[in-house]
């Protein structure tokens, strides 16, 4: 399927169908600033459970093409009730968004979001220890580089954000592009069809997960289609092959016959894996890390 998918519809074909709308079970604070650029405001929603919150966090990367779109967020609610039903405090990401801005720049601008959210982790009532982080495809690219290249932050610095960890705890990755060399090539089908690919190439190294894998790297599960043509699964079963080398926990789910995005018993299951993976690496507060 050779198409740019809006980031809602990437939300839907995620996790298993629900009816949108308001759930009074859940506490929604929307458009967090945490940044700006060229005059315009960086911003998140927070959807969190207001019986059973466990103190974990997952952001999700609103992301599709590196295509980052606004949606009410309590039409988000129903598509995300597994892991709030889990007891996850959610946080919808959305990036600086193609065609403005390429990948590099998304990439500082999640990297800003994990730095505010571990900063305001008491605000928001979680452990900034305990975050987790997914999306599907681009989503699921951005989520790869935040597990990979996460830094302690800068103590020198003068913006007080900067000087935050951008870590995450784990990671889920749904049909992820790894390894962006190829893609940024003027010869390339995706560099035509994606303009957030537009950039120098000699930043494709830095921009690739694939690249960065080291024995530090957050746990991370992969679930891909072998059906997929967009992103081919091999951009799951290479990385998973370097993050077995390097011994980070890594599983990855393939599911067959599935294209570039799940639907039905397939979507029920990717989500399924999600939520048990998150449990399993964010139920307690992470074990110290050698920082990078």
């Given at each position: 399927?050779?198409s ?9 074909m ?7 709308g308001?759930?009074?079970?859940v506490a929604?604070?929307p458009?967090?600033?945490?940044g700006?650029?060229?005059g ?15 103190g974990?966090?997952?952001l999700?990367m609103v992301?599709g093409?590196?295509y980052?779109?606004w949606?009410p ?5 129903g598509?995300?009730k597994?892991?709030?039903?889990a007891?996850f405090?959610v946080f ?6 193609s065609?403005?801005?390429?990948v590099?720049e998304?990439v500082?601008d999640v990297?800003?979001?994990v730095?505010?959210i571990?900063q305001?982790?008491r605000?928001?009532g979680?452990?900034p220890d305990?975050?987790?982080v997914?999306?599907?495809s ?6 790869l580089?935040l597990g990979t290249t996460a830094d302690?932050g800068?103590?020198q ?12 705890a ?11 060399r190829e893609?940024?090539?003027e ?6 069809k994606f303009?957030a690919l537009?950039?120098d190439?000699?930043?494709?190294d ?6 960065q894998?080291?024995?530090d ?6 679930v891909?289609g072998?059906?997929d ?11 998973l092959?370097?993050l077995q080398k390097?011994k980070?926990?890594c599983e990855?789910l ?8 799940f639907s ?7 989500g399924?894996a999600?939520?048990a993976?998150f ?7 992470a074990?110290?890390k050698?920082?990078p």
């Open positions: 399927m050779k740019i998918l809006p980031a809602v519809l990437l939300i839907a995620l996790l298993p169908p629900a009816a949108l308001a759930d009074e079970s929604i604070t458009d967090v600033v945490y700006h650029k060229d315009m405001a960086l911003t998140f929603d927070v959807l969190k459970p207001k019986e059973n919150a466990n974990a966090g997952v999700f992301s093409g590196w980052s779109h949606f967020p309590q039409h988000a609610v598509t995300f597994p892991l709030l039903d007891g405090t919808v990401v959305r990036h600086g968004s065609p403005k801005y390429v590099p998304a500082e990297r800003r979001s730095r505010v571990r305001r982790a605000q928001f979680v452990d305990r975050l987790g997914t999306g599907g681009a989503g699921g690219h951005l989520s580089i302690a800068d103590p610095a003068g913006d007080e954000v900067l000087r935050q960890s951008s870590r995450v784990a990671v889920v990755a749904y049909y992820p592009p790894t390894d962006l893609f940024v090539q010869d390339s089908w995706y560099y035509e303009p537009r950039f190439p000699a930043r494709a830095a921009c690739s997960p694939l690249l894998v080291t024995d790297d957050a746990p991370t599960l992969l891909h072998d059906k043509e967009l992103v081919p699964l091999d951009h799951s079963e290479k990385i092959a370097a390097v980070v926990p990855l393939v599911v067959e016959g599935a294209a570039h995005g039905g018993d397939d979507g029920r299951r990717a399924e999600m939520v993976w449990q399993k690496h964010l139920g307690k507060p074990a110290t050698r920082e």
